[in-house]
């Protein structure tokens, strides 16, 4: 494109440094490698090897549930190859329990307890990081940062053993924690990636089809406004789109290469953790190793810099000094959001969602391996089975939102609808009759595959609708911050869900009773994403921004919006 061709398609910048340079079809690339990247670990690793190498690591140091000393090992010795992960005990010893600083809970409870901590901490790093990533040039580099860190602590449980259970737990902590505040900071470039989009060639041979015009000045602000509602949502939701569908094709890949390895493995005389403590060194790898492009091809895309009123070149001062900013812009942030009633509906139905999700994928996979006696191989095709599905997710719902004309909220609430047939299914075990048969109510094992197409075809589409409807409800300018309130919206309820399945299974010493608390968690939801109205939402935010920039104009708002003329006073200092 020439260069005067260039200069019409971009808007002005809002502040001194802010990069309006057109996206390229490099960018997009480097914004879809870290999906590729990531997504291995979030699939391979938090949705399949890392709660089974926990629950695994635990069971070596474990006793029967049922007797409470006959070593939870002792009836595995001949057990290998695909019976790796096999149930220890007999129907009446399904579950281990280990002492954990004093505490004795079931194996199966100590990884969801586990990752219900990690959530907790994620959660409380996003805090101190989400708003500086706002300011100066801080995106990229804690997306690499936390990026090259997550990686690193997956590779490193190749150095696990079961002696140092605990040890694990601490590395699930920092990788959790890195993989979700990576997404937040990779969230936080896709309203950007959409703003800056022009109509040439380079950007239309990645989205494939028809584009947006490009990001026009408003009259009302010198800040700028937003494109049309219908096209803005369109490239971001196809954007994201295919984000979520690449990165779990790139997760497939990684579950058959493990696979592999799982059945190589399996004929040889190693410990029992071994290979699973390889597929988390495979998957961390390919987090390290596809970090690189996105480093190479996203750019920066600074904001405005922070001013934090501290004097001084310490190090320590400067230190201290951002902590604080971004402990008071989150708080800011929280402050301005509840201004935004279209953007609060929606968090707390995300708080709610996400809690849904997180125990849902967390309790099958330990239901698949204590309750369904289902080993290695059978827990990684049902990987794969979900991965798959969640590839077909994210390409089909756009298609089945087009062609019944489906709003975004109703096609997410089309999703929470079909997700709700996994615990329901679940609790038709409890029905006598059906317990009879020996077979519904997930009594076989086979009968978790069909129910694994259903999440991961859902998840499909939730990934990618959910974060690209949330991205209309923020002010632009404030992506990170509020994607990080997304996020802590997220983490924070996800740590809620697998701490009461753990606390249920502890005290029932089975996880089926925990699918009637799914089943009322997944339906909260639905009603309030229903409500979300997005087009008054996004005017809401747009008009939001305006305010933030501008720092004044309170008069021209009207007793209506007496929300955000409260609302600019408290994001003076934002910028």
Same mark, same amino acid.
Request: proline share 4%; net charge neutral.
């Given at each position: 494109?020439?260069?005067?061709?260039?200069?019409?398609?971009?808007?002005?910048?809002?502040?001194?440094?802010?990069?309006?340079?057109?996206?390229?079809?490099?960018?997009?690339?480097?914004?879809?490698?870290?999906?590729?990247?990531? $997504?291995?670990?979030?699939?391979?690793?938090?949705?399949?090897?890392?709660?089974?190498?926990? $629950?695994?690591?635990?069971?070596?140091?474990?006793?029967?549930?049922?007797?409470?000393?006959?070593?939870?090992?002792?009836?595995?010795?001949?057990?290998?190859?695909?019976?790796?992960?096999? &149930?220890?005990?007999?129907?009446?010893?399904?579950?281990?329990?280990?002492?954990?600083?004093?505490? $004795?809970?079931?194996?199966?409870?100590?990884?969801?307890?586990?990752? %219900?901590?990690?959530?907790?901490?994620?959660?409380?790093?996003?805090?101190?990081?989400?708003?500086?990533?706002?300011?100066?040039?801080? &995106?990229?580099?804690?997306?690499?940062?936390?990026?090259?860190?997550?990686?690193?602590?997956?590779?490193?449980?190749?150095?696990?053993?079961?002696?140092?259970?605990?040890?694990?737990?601490?590395?699930?902590?920092?990788?959790?924690?890195?993989?979700?505040?990576?997404?937040?900071?990779?969230? %936080?470039?896709?309203?950007?990636?959409?703003?800056?989009?022009?109509?040439?060639?380079?950007?239309?041979?990645?989205?494939?089809?028809?584009?947006?015009?490009?990001?026009?000045? %408003?009259?009302?602000?010198?800040?700028?406004?937003?494109?049309?509602?219908?096209? *803005?949502?369109?490239?971001?939701?196809?954007?994201?789109?295919?984000?979520?569908?690449?990165?779990?094709?790139?997760?497939?890949?990684?579950?058959?290469?493990?696979?592999?390895?799982?059945?190589?493995?399996?004929?040889?005389?190693?410990?029992?953790? @071994?290979?699973?403590?390889?597929? @988390?060194?495979?998957?961390?790898?390919?987090?390290?190793?596809?970090?690189?492009?996105?480093?190479?091809?996203? &750019?920066?895309?600074?904001?405005?810099?922070?001013?934090?009123?501290?004097?001084?070149?310490?190090?320590?001062?400067?230190?201290?000094?951002? !902590?604080?900013?971004?402990?008071?812009?989150?708080?800011?942030?929280?402050?301005?959001?509840?201004?935004?009633?279209? *953007?609060?509906?929606?968090?707390?139905?995300?708080?709610? @969602?996400?809690?849904?999700?997180?125990?849902?994928?967390?309790?099958?996979?330990?239901?698949?391996?204590?309750?369904?006696?289902?080993?290695?191989?059978?827990?990684?095709?049902?990987?794969?089975?979900?991965? %798959?599905?969640?590839?077909?997710?994210?390409?089909?719902?756009?298609?089945?939102?087009?062609?019944?004309?489906?709003?975004?909220?109703?096609?997410?609430?089309?999703?929470?609808?079909?997700?709700?047939?996994?615990?329901?299914?679940?609790?038709?075990?409890?029905?006598?009759?059906?317990?009879?048969?020996?077979?519904?109510?997930?009594?076989?094992?086979?009968?978790?595959?069909?129910?694994?197409?259903?999440?991961?075809?859902?998840?499909?589409?939730?990934?990618?609708?959910?974060?690209?409807?949330?991205?209309?409800?923020? #002010?632009?300018?404030?992506?990170?911050?509020?994607?990080?309130?997304?996020?802590?919206?997220?983490?924070?309820?996800?740590?809620?869900?697998?701490?009461?399945?753990?606390?249920?299974?502890?005290?029932?010493?089975?996880?089926? #009773?925990?699918?009637?608390?799914?089943?009322?968690?997944?339906?909260?939801?639905?009603?309030? !994403?229903?409500?979300?109205?997005?087009?008054?939402?996004?005017?809401?935010?747009?008009?939001?921004?305006?305010?933030?920039?501008?720092?004044?104009?309170?008069?021209?708002?009207?007793?209506?919006?007496?929300?955000?003329?409260?609302?600019?006073?408290?994001?003076?200092?934002?910028?």
């Amino acid at each position: 494109m020439e260069d005067g061709e260039a200069a019409q398609s971009q808007r002005r910048p809002r502040y001194a440094g802010e990069d309006v340079s057109s996206t390229s079809s490099q960018e997009l690339k480097g914004f879809y490698a870290y999906g590729v990247a990531a $997504e291995v670990f979030a699939v391979c690793g938090v949705g399949s090897f890392l709660p089974v190498t926990l $629950e695994q690591l635990a069971r070596e140091r474990g006793v029967l549930w049922s007797d409470k000393t006959t070593s939870c090992m002792a009836k595995k010795a001949a057990e290998t190859g695909a019976r790796l992960l096999s &149930r220890a005990a007999e129907e009446d010893n399904n579950q281990c329990v280990v002492n954990v600083l004093g505490a $004795e809970i079931t194996t199966s409870s100590f990884a969801m307890y586990t990752f %219900s901590l990690a959530v907790l901490v994620q959660a409380l790093a996003l805090i101190f990081f989400s708003s500086v990533a706002d300011h100066g040039n801080y &995106r990229k580099k804690l997306l690499l940062g936390f990026g090259f860190t997550g990686a690193t602590s997956s590779m490193l449980f190749l150095l696990v053993i079961p002696k140092l259970f605990l040890v694990g737990s601490i590395l699930v902590i920092i990788g959790v924690t890195c993989l979700g505040s990576s997404f937040v900071i990779l969230n %936080s470039f896709l309203p950007l990636l959409v703003a800056n989009m022009a109509p040439n060639r380079d950007s239309s041979s990645v989205l494939m089809d028809d584009l947006p015009p490009p990001y026009e000045e %408003s009259s009302n602000h010198s800040f700028g406004a937003k494109k049309s509602d219908s096209s *803005a949502l369109k490239l971001a939701t196809k954007i994201s789109s295919k984000g979520v569908g690449i990165g779990y094709m790139a997760a497939v890949f990684v579950q058959i290469l493990s696979i592999l390895l799982l059945f190589l493995m399996s004929k040889t005389s190693v410990s029992s953790t @071994l290979p699973l403590r390889l597929v @988390l060194f495979l998957a961390g790898a390919w987090w390290f190793a596809f970090t690189i492009p996105s480093s190479l091809w996203l &750019r920066d895309r600074p904001g405005p810099p922070v001013r934090t009123g501290i004097s001084g070149t310490s190090k320590l001062r400067s230190c201290l000094a951002y !902590i604080s900013f971004a402990c008071n812009s989150i708080w800011k942030t929280i402050k301005v959001a509840l201004k935004l009633k279209q *953007a609060v509906i929606f968090l707390i139905a995300w708080f709610l @969602l996400s809690d849904a999700i997180a125990t849902v994928s967390g309790t099958a996979i330990l239901f698949a391996r204590t309750e369904l006696k289902m080993g290695t191989v059978a827990i990684a095709l049902l990987s794969i089975t979900v991965t %798959s599905s969640g590839i077909a997710g994210a390409f089909v719902w756009p298609v089945i939102s087009r062609r019944y004309a489906l709003k975004t909220n109703r096609t997410i609430v089309a999703c929470i609808a079909l997700m709700e047939i996994i615990p329901l299914y679940g609790l038709l075990g409890f029905i006598p009759f059906v317990k009879s048969w020996g077979v519904g109510g997930l009594q076989k094992a086979w009968e978790i595959y069909p129910l694994g197409f259903i999440h991961g075809f859902v998840m499909g589409g939730l990934s990618s609708y959910c974060r690209s409807f949330f991205g209309l409800l923020i #002010p632009p300018g404030s992506e990170a911050a509020f994607y990080a309130l997304y996020a802590i919206t997220d983490k924070g309820s996800s740590a809620v869900g697998p701490a009461i399945v753990g606390r249920i299974v502890d005290a029932t010493g089975t996880i089926r #009773p925990a699918f009637l608390f799914l089943a009322v968690l997944i339906a909260l939801p639905g009603p309030l !994403i229903w409500m979300v109205d997005a087009e008054k939402g996004q005017a809401d935010a747009v008009r939001m921004a305006g305010i933030i920039k501008n720092g004044a104009g309170e008069e021209e708002l009207d007793d209506r919006d007496e929300g955000l003329q409260e609302a600019e006073g408290l994001m003076r200092d934002h910028d």
